[in-house]
């Protein structure tokens, strides 16, 4: 069963040949949408929650805290949905360079 979801909002803050920097704003159940990334990428939450990540073989959930950030390579198609109840908000630094 499909379950229907808003979409978190993406606003590119920085874009040039090394890096791509996106501020992302998740409404409460909000998701990005299944993707896969080119490039390694870092995430920097802005506030504290939970977020279920979802790929095509598991899902799990993954408490973030504001501040606190994690380094992905790229590949993994996955889909990303605040289950925070709340708003939640990340940046996500893509590394061009990294090919």
Not at 23 to 42: I, K, L, M, N, S
């Amino acid at each position: 069963m499909t379950v229907e979801r808003r979409s978190a909002q993406p606003t590119v803050m920085v874009e040039n040949d090394r890096v791509i920097i996106t501020e992302w704003r998740f409404e409460p159940d909000a998701e990005t949408g299944w993707h896969r990334h080119q490039y390694d990428y870092v995430v920097v939450p802005q506030t504290t929650g939970t977020l279920l990540l979802e790929s095509r073989d598991e899902e799990h959930t993954a408490q973030l805290e504001s501040g606190r950030p994690y380094f992905r390579e790229a590949g993994m198609e996955h889909n990303v949905v605040n289950s925070s109840g709340g708003e939640f908000v990340f940046i996500e630094v893509e590394l061009k360079n990294n090919q």
